[in-house]
């Protein structure tokens, strides 16, 4: 199973540090993954998330 960055909930592809905050805080229990491709979108403002990409519901 692949990590979440608990700080960011970035889905990380590789490894076990994030590639967005440079965390290695990350965990294998997250629920759920979104696709962010708007970070101006709903969701990527309810997530807090700044940068497209892939990120985890919940960590
Ligand atoms: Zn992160």
């Known amino acids: 199973m692949k990590r979440a960055c608990k ?4 889905i990380i592809q590789a ?3 994030c590639p967005n ?3 290695g805080d ?3 229990s997250y629920q759920g993954t979104v696709i962010i491709f708007d970070t ?4 990527a403002k309810k ?3 700044g ?6 519901l919940r960590v």
């Open 21 to 23: 905050c440079k965390s």
């Open 51 to 56: 940068a497209t990409g892939k990120y985890a």
């Open 40 to 43: 101006e979108s709903e969701i």
């Open 7 to 10: 700080i960011c909930k970035a």
């Open 26 to 28: 990350t965990t294998t």
């Open 47 to 49: 997530l807090s998330i």
């Open 15 to 17: 490894g076990n540090i």
